[in-house]
């Protein structure tokens, strides 16, 4: 059974970082391009980011790009977020999201499985 | 960045069929295909049709896709009332970014 299991959300001051992670199973981790979505509270979801199955391609919203690093690593079956100058607009519930094949292509690129979510807060 | 637009509310009593539409262009829907997820109330997004008209196993026949030019169609025949829930269109957009609809809330009257 696939498994996805966000950690790493909170509170955060504006400015401030946060690592989420996301812990896979039930599938050949390496073998499925991954991605980030957002959903901020009572507002629709919002694409963040996505990477292939190696991490040799990756790919941002201009809204987080040059802030956020999406990565992973496939020895330990994990995908992470790494968000830096946090901002009050980046406050979201934040899921991950495996995709059916390796590589983020535009005819394959969907969403066949959901993590349950972790929230993000940012504010002083 | 580029926006994929749905009405923001769709209704119907049970039994009834209900379309939502998106509407997108030519860098995203009108070359790429486009998938549509189910949200129910508190939970995760639930992918419901990709490809364009495909359904995932375990997703019934009462649901269905289409897509025209840059806009795309997601029809729900026989509307239940457990379908009340939040629908978002998607596509991946040529200046390399995923694409989310705006949503459209399903009420079942």
């Known amino acids: 059974e696939v498994q996805l299991v966000e950690s790493g959300g909170g509170l955060v001051q504006p400015g401030g970082s946060l690592r989420l992670s996301c812990a896979a199973s039930?599938?050949?981790?390496?073998?499925?391009?991954m991605s980030w979505v957002r959903q901020a509270p009572g507002k629709g979801l919002e694409w963040v980011s996505a990477i292939s199955g190696s991490g040799g391609s990756t790919y941002y919203a201009d809204s987080v790009k040059g802030r956020f690093t999406i990565s992973r690593d496939n020895s330990k079956n994990t995908l992470y977020l790494q968000m830096n100058s946090l901002r009050a607009e980046d406050t979201a519930v934040y899921y991950c999201?495996?995709?059916?094949?390796?590589?983020?292509?535009?005819?394959?690129?969907?969403?066949?499985?959901w993590g349950q979510g972790t929230l993000v807060t940012v504010s002083s | 960045q580029s926006v994929l637009t749905q009405p923001p509310s769709a209704s119907g009593t049970p039994g009834q069929r209900v379309t939502i539409s998106c509407s997108g262009s030519?860098?995203?829907?009108?070359?790429?295909?486009v998938n549509w997820y189910q949200q129910l109330p508190g939970t995760a997004p639930k992918l419901l049709i990709y490809s364009n008209n495909q359904r995932p196993s375990g997703v019934p026949d009462r649901f269905s896709g289409s897509k025209s030019g840059t806009s795309a169609s997601l029809a729900i025949s026989g509307l239940q009332s457990e379908d009340e829930a939040d629908y978002y269109c998607?596509?991946?957009?040529?200046?390399?970014?995923?694409?989310f609809g705006t949503g459209t809330k399903v009420t079942v009257l």
């Open positions: 998607a596509a991946w957009d040529d200046s390399l970014n995923g694409l």
């Open positions: 030519s860098s995203n829907i009108g070359s790429n295909t």
């Open positions: 999201a495996k995709s059916p094949i390796v590589v983020v292509v535009a005819a394959l690129y969907y969403f066949d499985y």
């Open positions: 039930g599938f050949t981790f390496s073998s499925y391009a």
